[in-house]
């Protein structure tokens, strides 16, 4: 589902990252050893699978990363005109090539198995892992450096797919 972006829909996506790494940045403060960059992958793969969904066309993932780049969009708009009193404009997306049959089965491949593993899954880190998601569909597809993330990420696992289905 193609829903566009806006500035409002931006800002939440920021806002999410901001505040996960600010309380991770304030977590670590005390280590002396070094940064446990460990702990961010909850967040990371919540962006990846979030860009991967906003991939999608259509379908299940596709409707639903439509629906929070949506609300996240009409949150985002009413706390900027909120607090600023300026209207948002919407955003050109990121120019993300379509998915290919080999990367639908690995993006699906990676869906079932989160949705196998939920329950596995630390409480700690299903917060950041759906959070992250919601960056992921919002940052994601913005134009810029984010957006160069999703054009990268996005050959490589219709790549990859391509690659299973010609061993298979």
């Known amino acids: 589902m193609n829903t566009a972006l806006s500035v409002g829909g931006l800002g939440i996506g920021l806002a999410v990252l901001v505040w996960y790494l600010l309380r991770w940045w304030h977590a670590q403060k005390a280590v002396k050893t070094g940064k446990d960059w460990r702990s961010l992958s909850p967040l990371a793969s919540g962006i990846v699978l979030g860009i991967l969904a906003a991939s999608c066309a259509g379908g299940l993932l596709g409707t639903i990363a439509g629906w929070v780049r949506s609300i996240s969009n009409m949150a985002g708009d009413k706390v900027i005109n909120g607090a600023t009193g300026t209207s948002t404009q919407t955003l050109a997306t990121a120019g993300v090539p379509n998915l290919t049959a080999g990367g639908a089965l690995i993006v699906l491949a990676a869906f079932a198995s989160l949705f196998a593993l939920w329950k596995k899954i630390k409480d700690t880190s299903r917060k ?17 450096i984010a957006g160069s993330v999703a054009l990268a990420l996005i050959p490589l696992v219709n790549e990859a797919g391509n690659s299973l289905l010609g061993i298979l």
Do not use: N
Not at 131 to 144: D, E, H, I, L, Q
């Open 128 to 144: 950041p892992l759906a959070f992250g998601g919601v960056a992921g569909v919002t940052v994601g597809m913005s134009p810029g």
